[in-house]
């Protein structure tokens, strides 16, 4: 099994599936939301209306359309209130309930945005220590997915998910 942090536009990965960092609607947003509606194309909307939402914390699977993913896992993250109001176990959560939902689809590869860390206001440090044991507790459970990446959008990001990896994951 692999875990990686790399930078780079989640859009462009070949990868089964890339997560989006949806909004409770589900029907677009900001921030790598709207990249990814954009990328995938008007019918990515049509599939997204007929899932009745998503809370915090879960998770819900859509085909990736023009995407070069087969599929799209979209996760609620939570708003940071200050850290004391359960944001670290619905954090924990959307990695854990993405893991299954796409090993269920099938899916090998799998690549995260820095969930909640943009508009949603999680310092990143905290999050990505949640994304990475999250991520390993629940690829124990599901063998099946070989290789995790964590797609940050900026240099600063990635040092900072590559200095978690160092810490928590030194393989
Ligand atoms: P949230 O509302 O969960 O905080 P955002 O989309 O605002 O979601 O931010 C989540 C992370 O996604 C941020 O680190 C942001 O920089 C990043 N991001 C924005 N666009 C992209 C993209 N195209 N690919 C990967 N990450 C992206």
Known sequence: MSLTALQGDITRLQVDAIVNAANSSLLGG??????????????????????GGCKTGDAKLTRGYRLPARHIVHTVGPVWRGGSAGEPEALASCYAR??????????????????????????????????????????????????????????????????????????
């Open 98 to 171: 993405s893991i299954e939902i796409a090993a269920a689809a099938g899916v090998r590869s799998i690549a995260f945005p820095s969930i909640s860390t943009g508009i949603f206001g999680y310092p990143i440090e905290q999050a990505s220590r949640v994304a990475i044991a999250s991520v390993r507790r629940a690829i124990a459970q599901h063998p099946a997915i070989e290789s995790v990446v964590y797609c940050c959008f900026s240099a600063a990001d990635l040092a900072v998910y590559e200095a978690a990896l160092r810490e928590l994951d030194p393989a």
């Open 30 to 51: 900001g921030g790598v939301d709207g990249a990814i509606h954009r990328a995938a194309g008007p019918d990515l909307v049509h599939e997204c209306r007929l899932l």
